[in-house]
């Protein structure tokens, strides 16, 4: 797949929530400091290549808050792929941010990007933080892209846009993992962001839409908390797995849905054969976490032939 240079109009965090219905009432600029200031508007552009006998971070472009120090190999079961933690200097999203991701994954290159811990969004009193995330997977190329969980404080105001565009024998594993806030914090914490805005869409190498995912949740409007939605549970899990046909047969074929009152979880097809989606929900993070484990298990034995390498204690 060729790699355009540029992203596609529409994804500019500048406008994103601009133009977005869902966070018109939250427009006012911050009296502490403008939206999109020196330290609110960061981006980062991450590429991978294949060289030698491994892949590489071949370039990297960076502007705080976001930052990425060097690629590092820790994966026992796959040395050459590269695994990079995506640093956050502020610590947190705050209001009036702006923020992009670029990630390229060349031909036959493989990656592993993650986050250093839990992304906080801080407690918002004017405007509303936006996000880009634009991930280009070439042929026969592979990304993991396994963030830690997103945690939405009370009053807080978050959009962002994903865009995955896959190329011809090109896998891709996103993830995403959103709590319900501190709720061990305070009481009001649980479901007390105003809103939460997220959008997927996958498209092929030729920029035809393949697939789009949108939630837009306003919790305080529209309780979270009743059948048809979260019911009782409080944190929600998310990975689409974008593959060829065959592996798609062979995933589903191991992943049987399940539901218990502690965990459910359950697989589907995409529409247009470009990929599964697995969603989970829980009161309890770490056992969606290891049940996203043990379907991203699934998904890399069948895509890559390799296992998970034992996980790291902090991450459980």
């Not at 976001?66 to 079961?77: G, T």
């Not at 649980?190 to 306003?218: A, H, P, W």
């Amino acid at each position: 797949m060729q790699i355009n240079e540029k992203a596609p109009a529409s994804l500019d965090a500048l406008s994103l929530g601009a133009l977005s219905p869902e966070l018109a009432p939250y427009q006012q600029e911050p009296p502490q400091m403008a939206s999109a200031a020196v330290g609110k508007n960061g981006y980062l552009r991450l590429k991978f290549i294949h060289k030698g006998n491994k892949s590489v971070l071949y370039e990297m472009e960076r502007k705080v808050p976001l930052l990425v120090q060097k690629a590092l190999y820790w994966d026992e079961e796959m040395p050459f792929l590269p695994c990079v933690p995506i640093i956050s200097t502020s610590g947190c999203i705050l209001q009036g941010d702006r923020l992009a991701i670029t990630l390229d994954v060349a031909e036959g290159a493989c990656a592993h990007v993650t986050t250093q811990s839990a992304t906080k969004i801080h407690s918002m009193d004017n405007n509303y933080a936006a996000q880009t995330q634009l991930i280009r997977v070439a042929k026969d190329a592979y990304l993991e892209y396994m963030p830690d969980p997103m945690i939405p404080h009370r009053n807080s105001r978050f959009i962002n846009e994903t865009v995955i565009e896959c190329a011809e024998g090109a896998t891709v594993v996103y993830c995403e993992i959103l709590m319900s806030g501190r709720k061990y914090h305070h009481q009001d914490e649980l479901f007390g962001f105003d809103v939460y805005s997220s959008r997927i869409t996958v498209k092929n190498q030729s920029g035809g839409t393949l697939f789009t995912e949108k939630l837009v949740l306003k919790p305080k409007e529209s309780p979270l908390d009743v059948v048809g939605v979260m019911g009782k549970f409080d944190v929600y899990g998310n990975v689409i797995v974008i593959a060829d046909k065959a592996c798609q047969d062979e995933i589903l074929a191991q992943s049987p849905s399940y539901y218990s009152e502690e965990l459910c979880h359950g697989v589907s097809r995409l529409p247009n054969e470009c990929g599964l989606i697995f969603k989970a929900l829980s009161c309890d993070s770490p056992k969606v976490k290891q049940c996203i484990r043990e379907f991203w298990q699934v998904v890399r034995k069948v895509t890559t032939g390799y296992s998970l390498p034992t996980p790291f204690l902090w991450k459980t």
